[in-house]
């Protein structure tokens, strides 16, 4: 049964403040689990082949070098095409999103199973980039589908468990390859193993698009928190902003461009350590290329009981500055002590070190999505959050290739020192964010004399018709006109 709806209404003599009709249903769940599954299939294949780099290189007779773009395809197709995606996440919603990204996905897959020739490298870089445009209606969802499905008190947790889900297959990516596929001369053996991969990655994609297609909502009826039916009122009604205003408002907001940079250095320093983590342990741990995928295990699944704590630090506490500043600098410290002991060659060390920087690392990721929704509403959820990821997927990049041509001329140790210089430098801009919780304020009753970008009163309303509000006798402000709550679908 659906959580009971609630009600209210605020007065003054100056401004009538009105509390929406609000209610959270209990399907919100499987929206949220169903995403976190295909999105984790997705990005199981963006790691799959970096970590066997060395097998890779070997069977299509490439370089290493070469391998890393399989995993920076994803990045490098990232960048433009977020800009059209957010608009599509804004101006359709949930539902096609959700389904060009489990459509993509399962393409790239099933031409994966082509590619398994060593001729044919060319083909799986076409899969790679299907899969790739996949994601790019994926890394944005978690925050939307949170904001627009649940309430204010679970928002945080909601998010978190939606990263989850794409940490998982990340883990599972770094995981069942290099258990999978033989490091073997013998290439047909290779081709073998790699089909199986690849097939059972696609039947698995497949399954999940089919259920996006059938079951996958736009949104529900009614908004499940106050900021979220603002936030609508505002999307249908004159006060609503274009597009290209939400990016302008991002870009020119100082501690939402701190965040921008932040944010951008931790993930892509992520994204950076994934791509060359092969390459890193197999120079500590030479013919030990299981630990790689062990670690990057431990890195992903840490990573994910750090997302879910963080989420549910946010949902209880509320702080997220501090919550922020104390991640980040635990990241930091954490990666550190990794690069200060990888040379040991102590496996039982590295896999002590690498679980706090995963927790860490990766904890991180809802932590900035939210603070980001926090400080820049009411701009789109799927707005801040493309901003961000287009953010990290730039210093990703930049990061990969510094560190690759540092790992070849210098040392894994110069690699990574480099990697810890630009966290400092993310360290002092995350302290530098300003805490302004627009989003927190918009779901408390708040004085008339607050900010007029945040509050919606008689005045407002009866500018915007189509949009009811409730008061506390269950009386529409505008009856004759249509709900924008109702066809969510």
Not at 271 to 277: E, F, H, K, R, W
Not at 342 to 349: K, P, Y
Not at 435 to 456: F, M, T, V
């Amino acid at each position: 049964m659906d959580d009971d709806d609630r009600s209210g209404l605020i007065g003054d003599e100056s401004a009538k403040l009105i509390e929406p009709t609000t209610k959270l249903y209990k399907r919100r769940w499987y929206i949220l689990l169903l995403f976190s599954a295909y999105s984790g299939m997705n990005a199981f294949q963006w790691i799959q082949y970096p970590i066997i780099s060395n097998i890779i290189s070997k069977f299509y007779g490439v370089g290493m070098e070469t391998v890393d773009w399989m995993s920076l395809i994803y990045m490098i197709v990232y960048i433009p095409l977020i800009f059209p995606a957010t608009w599509m996440l804004d101006r359709f919603g949930l539902r096609v999103i959700a389904i060009l990204g489990s459509i993509f996905g399962t393409i790239g897959a099933a031409v994966k199973i082509l590619a398994c020739q060593p001729p044919l490298f060319d083909v799986a870089i076409v899969g790679q980039i299907f899969s790739a445009i996949g994601n790019v209606f994926i890394l944005g969802m978690p925050s939307k589908i949170a904001a627009t499905w649940f309430g204010s008190k679970e928002v945080s947790t909601a998010c978190s468990i939606g990263v989850f889900g794409n940490q998982i297959g990340i883990a599972f990516g770094f995981f069942i390859p290099p258990y999978m596929v033989p490091d073997s001369d013998d290439v047909h053996q290779v081709a073998f193993y790699l089909r199986h991969l690849f097939t059972m990655t696609t039947a698995i994609s497949a399954i999940l698009c089919v259920l996006v297609c059938l079951t996958f909502e736009r949104g529900p009826l009614l908004p499940p928190s106050r900021a979220q039916a603002i936030y609508l009122q505002r999307e249908v009604g004159a006060a609503g902003e274009s597009y290209t205003d939400s990016i302008k408002y991002f870009i020119t907001s100082t501690p939402a461009l701190l965040l921008l940079l932040s944010y951008g250095i931790n993930t892509g320093s992520f994204y950076a350590i994934s791509t060359l983590l092969n390459t890193e342990i197999l120079d500590a741990f030479p013919n030990n290329m299981k630990f790689a995928g062990e670690i990057g295990l431990i890195l992903v699944v840490s990573g994910v009981i750090g997302s879910v704590v963080c989420g549910l630090v946010l949902d209880k506490t509320g702080a997220y500055k501090k919550t922020t500043a104390v991640v980040y600098i635990a990241t930091l410290i954490s990666l550190c002590l990794y690069t200060a002991t990888l040379h040991l060659r102590n496996i039982a060390v590295v896999y002590v070190t690498s679980l706090l920087l995963g927790f860490t690392m990766t904890g991180y990721l809802p932590v900035g999505f939210e603070f980001a929704a926090e400080i820049t509403y009411p701009i789109s959820e799927g707005t801040s959050s493309g901003l961000l990821n287009a953010s990290a997927q730039v210093f990703g990049i930049t990061l990969t290739l510094a560190m690759r041509q540092l790992e070849s001329g210098i040392s894994i140790l110069s690699a990574n020192l480099l990697l810890c210089a630009t966290l400092l430098v993310g360290t002092v801009l995350t302290l530098l964010v300003r805490e302004d919780l627009k989003r927190q304020r918009a779901n408390e009753h708040r004085n008339p004399g607050d900010s007029p970008d945040i509050l919606i009163t008689h005045h407002e309303i009866e500018r915007k018709p189509g949009f009811e509000f409730r008061g506390s006798s269950g009386a529409s402000s505008n009856s004759s006109s249509p709900s924008p709550f109702r066809d969510r679908r």
